[in-house]
């Protein structure tokens, strides 16, 4: 069932059971949910026993990527992290522009109490 969730409904929960992590993954790039998952980010075709997949997020504020594959009939696999560089500097360019937006918001403020007319 988790198999089905991963192709058509975009997401699979997946536990680390030694290290007792549990992960709801999405399977879309970072632009959005699309109408349904490229192979690029959940692949049922490249081994007919396994499901490949990768998933994009932001974990303890870090931006990492998992990747890895899925047994299908042991539903058990094997998955790592990896620091995402893009997904950070997408970030990066959105908190500098908020902190920016934050700052002149927080300028006008000054210069009303200063000249209220």
Not at 32 to 59: A, H, L, N, Q, W
Not at 62 to 70: A, D, F, R, S, T
Not at 76 to 89: H, K
Request: hydrophobic share 35%.
């Amino acid at each position: 069932s988790s198999g089905i969730n991963a192709e058509y409904g975009g997401h699979a929960c997946v536990a680390f059971l030694h290290t007792g992590v549990n992960l709801m993954l999405q399977f879309y790039p970072p632009s959005g949910p699309t109408d349904k998952p490229t192979k690029e980010y959940v692949d049922f075709e490249k081994d007919p026993t396994k499901v490949v997949m990768k998933s994009r997020f932001i974990m303890n504020g870090v931006c990492v990527q998992l990747k890895g594959w899925v047994d299908l009939k042991r539903l058990d696999g094997i998955a790592r992290l990896e620091f995402d560089y893009d997904l950070a500097d997408q970030e990066d360019r959105v908190v500098r522009a908020r902190l920016r937006e934050y700052e002149e918001r927080q300028i006008k403020n000054e210069f009303h109490w200063l000249d209220p007319s």
